[in-house]
């Protein structure tokens, strides 16, 4: 018996290939696309069953919390209670490569998959134009774990994608290769901030910012 072909569409980053990423997303599908560090796994970041295809996918333990992507520090304050700290560095390094981890909003219409049990959010502003466009088209928060098999190797261009995940996803953005970085990971939920993953904003960056890190 021969292997079913592959799932997943490959389209390149133009307007109309946006658009139909976007429906793909509204229809509660799974779409890669290229961001400012590494390919991502974009889902729709509200409902519970795209997120879990997400987990699905990527064979990712589902306790593990997810990334959320958004426009801008305004989309992010429907969602997360960004305090002073929150406030300094979203608009010293947003868009960029700085996820920040704040308390949930109570009126947050994200999906409680992103985080079961857990009352935080992790939120970018990302500054990849592709990235962008596709979340204005969306209209809605996006998931961004990195579009690979948990373990796998993080995926730095379409073609990555297409050879590991082709068969679990519906499309994928092809804008040729990302840096391979990955984002920071910073916690404000704690006192003091705790940085949970070095990446392309540096512990002195946000120090500079914020004080200490523990």
Request: charged share 20%.
């Amino acid at each position: 018996m021969t292997a079913a072909p592959p799932r997943a569409r490959l389209l390149p980053a133009s307007a109309d290939s946006i658009k139909i990423a976007a429906g793909i997303l509204g229809a509660g599908g799974l779409v890669a696309f290229p961001t400012e560090t590494l390919y991502g796994l974009g889902a729709d970041a509200r409902s519970e069953s795209a997120i879990l295809k997400v987990f699905q996918a990527k064979a990712r333990r589902p306790d593990k919390p997810l990334i959320t992507l958004v426009q801008n520090i305004r989309e992010a304050g429907q969602y997360g209670v960004l305090d002073d700290n929150a406030d300094r560095l979203a608009h010293a390094f947003w868009p960029g490569a700085l996820t920040l981890i704040v308390a949930q909003r109570d009126t947050s219409p994200l999906s409680s998959a992103l985080n079961p049990g857990g009352n935080t959010v992790a939120l970018r502003a990302p500054g990849n134009d592709i990235t962008l466009r596709l979340l204005r088209a969306f209209a809605g928060p996006l998931t961004a774990p990195s579009a690979n098999l948990a373990g796998a190797a993080p995926p730095k261009t379409a073609e990555d994608v297409m050879e590991n995940m082709a068969h679990a996803i519906d499309a994928v953005l092809d804008g040729g290769p990302c840096p391979g970085n990955e984002s920071t990971l910073l916690d404000l939920s704690a006192d003091p901030p705790r940085l949970l993953r070095a990446g392309a904003i540096s512990r002195r960056q946000i120090e500079d910012i914020v004080g200490p890190l523990e």
